[in-house]
């Protein structure tokens, strides 16, 4: 029986996507219901963390089910997703390193409300390049939306206000909640196209199998 030429890494590479913005959508989430300073918290928790679960077990198929797939791949295919994880990891620490100077940055000038709207920028521009490493167009797309998203708030809105005596943060929800709505949203665009990948692996193990019998 022939293999699928879909490798292996193809699939994890979308699963650990998957599993990434999960979490992470799930933090943004945490700093929405965080700006509410109390108003709907348990609900409002329970809901995210469930999201969060819920997409995050959907990455954890994915891994599941690509075993079945080839993890066999040519000398220039293995070379071509070491390089791939090569530069993820350094885009990925450069984003923690901007996110760290921005803190210290905000801290030192006492301007702190910047930081969240800051945070939301940094993720946005981060998801440029790994757009192209990966070849996932959504990505442009989800970094567009947080860097729109970031600039929206920082120049339109209140940075809190004041609701019955309890000081809501602006800021927070409004980048809390959007920022979690669009991870988890490109999550799920991420984990149709590891299925369809799946699919097609299927599909091509089934035309072999049929073509090897005629």
């Known amino acids: 029986m022939s293999q699928s030429i879909i490798p292996r890494a193809a699939v994890r590479g979308r699963a650990s996507g998957v599993m990434f913005l999960a979490f992470f959508g799930t933090l943004w989430a945490g700093i929405g219901i965080k700006g509410l300073n109390g108003w709907g918290y348990l609900w409002l ?6 999201i969060g679960v819920v997409l995050l077990i959907g990455g ?19 070379n071509r997703w ?6 993820f990891g350094i885009n990925f620490g450069l984003e923690g390193v901007l996110i760290g100077v921005a803190s210290a940055i905000c801290r030192s ?6 930081f969240v709207p800051i945070i939301a920028l940094i993720v946005g521009v981060h998801f440029y390049p790994l757009a192209h490493l990966f070849q996932v167009k959504i990505y442009y797309f989800s ?3 947080l ?25 927070w929800i409004t980048v809390g909640f ?23 692996a299927g599909n091509r193990v089934k035309e072999a199998e049929e073509s090897f019998r005629f």
Request: some cysteine; overall charge positive; hydrophobic content about 50%.
């Open 45 to 50: 928790l329970i809901l995210s963390l469930l």
């Open 60 to 78: 954890i198929v994915l891994i599941i089910k690509s075993k079945r797939l080839s993890n066999e791949m040519g000398e220039g295919d293995s």
């Open 82 to 87: 070491k390089r791939k994880n090569m530069w």
């Open 109 to 114: 000038t006492n301007h702190l409300d910047l």
């Open 143 to 145: 970094g567009s939306l």
């Open 147 to 171: 860097c729109l998203l970031s600039a929206i708030t920082l120049f339109t809105l209140p940075v809190r206000v004041t609701w019955e005596n309890n000081q809501i943060m602006v800021w």
């Open 178 to 200: 959007g920022s979690a709505l669009i991870l988890w949203g490109t999550c799920v665009t991420v984990w149709q196209v590891g299925n369809k990948l799946l699919n097609s």
